[in-house]
T-cell receptor
Framework: AQSVTQLDSQVPVFEEAPVELRCNYSSSVSVYLFWYVQYPNQGLQLLLKYLSGSTLVKSINGFEAEFNKSQTSFHLRKPSVHISDTAEYFC????????????FGKGTRLHILP | EPEVTQTPSHQVTQMGQEVILRCVPI?????FYWYRQILGQKVEFLVSFYNNEISEKSEIFDDQFSVERPDGSNFTLKIRSTKLEDSAMYFC??????????FGSGTRLTVV
């Protein structure tokens, strides 16, 4: 069965410092990978996705994630965080058929320290 | 930017009552989903819907739950007899050919 693991429930980091949010997936078949962000009291917004092609994918607000098949990982990184990045970040995976469900990890709360 | 619209944003209901959560997916999307998030927990899949029928449902989606696409634009989730443990944020999502899975802002259901 497909599963997504986010080992860190909370990550505190100082403003302007780099951050990495870890995500590992288990799947015996090809997989599509996503990062969603949930700002306080809001819904889920797609941050970035990996479907195929280049293993490094980037968002418009400076986040990037790299698909690593050998390590079954899809870690999210940002070189310099801002206070506005405070949110819950969910890694998710899908088997890749158009009507397949997305399986979410438990989420990582990014807490930016001033 | 097209978006998925959910109404109401917050609903309070008495235990045992029926509730209908409404969603308007993105107009050219063909795949529809409901997820829920109990406070402080992970986002859980409930059901997927394609071509006017359920594609897949989770074990959470028991006989108390049903989905419908009554008029080609709305996508509804009905809970027949609500329980306290149904209190959660319910998210609707729709998907097209780009595997984007756009989510709505959610309906917070509180069962009292």
């Amino acid at each position: 069965a497909q599963s997504v693991t986010q080992l860190d429930s909370q990550v505190p980091v100082f403003e302007e410092a780099p951050v990495e949010l870890r995500c590992n997936y288990s799947s015996s078949v090809s997989v599509y990978l996503f990062w969603y962000v949930q700002y306080p009291n809001q819904g889920l917004q797609l941050l970035l996705k990996y479907l195929s092609g280049s293993t490094l994918v980037k968002s418009i607000n400076g986040f990037e994630a790299e698909f690593n098949k050998s390590q079954t990982s899809f870690h999210l990184r940002k070189p310099s965080v801002h206070i506005s990045d405070t949110a819950e970040y969910f890694c998710a995976a899908s088997r890749g058929n158009r009507d397949d469900k997305i399986i979410f990890g438990k989420g990582t709360r990014l807490h930016i320290l001033p | 930017e097209p978006e998925v619209t959910q109404t109401p944003s917050h609903q309070v209901t008495q235990m045992g009552q029926e509730v209908i959560l409404r969603c308007v997916p993105i107009s050219n999307h063909l795949y529809f989903y409901w997820y829920r998030q109990i406070l402080g927990q992970k986002v859980e899949f409930l059901v997927s819907f394609y071509n006017n029928e359920i594609s897949e449902k989770s074990e959470i989606f028991d006989d108390q739950f049903s989905v419908e696409r009554p008029d080609g634009s709305n996508f509804t989730l009905k809970i027949r007899s609500t329980k306290l443990e149904d209190s959660a944020m319910y998210f609707c999502a729709s998907g097209g050919d780009d595997y984007g899975y756009t989510f709505g802002s959610g309906t917070r259901l509180t069962v009292v």
